[in-house]
């Protein structure tokens, strides 16, 4: 049962552009959500959140957006950078367990 | 800026025997998490640890496994008799708790079972 999913497993950006990360969820306890950076042999990274009460939350070159009613949010990087090589985890936290659940992770390159 | 530190950063076991993995939260933190990851596949949750005892536990989170505070600041986790299948990328979080805070992990434990 896979309550947050994130389809693209895979995403290549050219430097300077805007890269766009999606994830969506299925469980309405959801109340927070969050996404971290994981570089290899390394643990994840938090970068941003935002409250289900809110619809966006920015942060210098990262911005994410929560849709609600399409059980949707997207991490926007603008501009792109080579260093924003990594793969990128949304995860969700459970409003009664405080239960935070990871989705499955993309990959996103950065090309110079 | 404060860390979760995790030791040792690999561990090699034999199947069938026990591993402790560590783990140093940051100091004021109240929470405490287990996270796996099996290699290519997702951040798993196994268990959160709160006031001394267990919060919340996965279906993976079975027998085999047991967490422990055993003073005020190392948070162990434990595997007994390992199988091959427990080979992994095992992560500590911890969290202040205030209301939405994010969880801060440590840089991970590879555990390889052989």
């Known amino acids: 049962d896979q309550q947050v999913k994130q389809n693209s497993p895979s995403l290549s950006v050219q430097e300077g552009r805007i890269s766009i990360l999606n994830c969506d969820y299925t469980n309405s306890m959801f109340d927070y959500f969050l996404w971290y950076k994981k570089y290899p042999a390394e643990g994840p990274t938090f970068l941003i959140s935002?409250?289900?009460?809110?619809d966006k939350n920015e942060d210098g070159r990262f911005t994410v957006f929560l849709n609600k009613s399409a059980k949707h949010l997207s991490l926007h990087i603008v501009p792109s950078q080579p260093g924003d090589s990594a793969v990128y985890f949304c995860a969700a936290r459970d409003s009664g367990t405080y239960k935070y659940i990871f989705g499955t992770g993309t990959r996103l390159k950065v090309l110079a | 800026e404060p860390e979760v530190t995790q030791t040792p950063s690999h561990q090699v076991t034999q199947m069938g025997q026990e591993v402790i993995l560590h783990c140093v939260p940051i100091?004021?933190?109240?929470?405490f998490y287990w996270y796996r990851q099996i290699l290519g596949q997702k951040v798993e949750f196994l268990v959160s640890f709160y006031n001394n005892e267990i919060s919340e536990k996965s279906e993976i989170f079975d027998d085999q496994f047991s967490v422990e505070r055993p003073d005020g600041s190392n948070f162990t986790l434990k595997i007994r008799s390992t199988k091959l299948e427990d080979s992994a990328m095992y992560f500590c979080?911890?969290?202040?708790?205030?209301?939405?805070?994010?969880?801060?992990f440590g840089n991970g434990t590879r555990l390889t079972v052989t």
């Open positions: 979080a911890s969290s202040p708790g205030q209301h939405n805070s994010p969880l801060h």
């Open positions: 935002i409250s289900s009460i809110k």
């Open positions: 100091s004021n933190h109240l929470y």
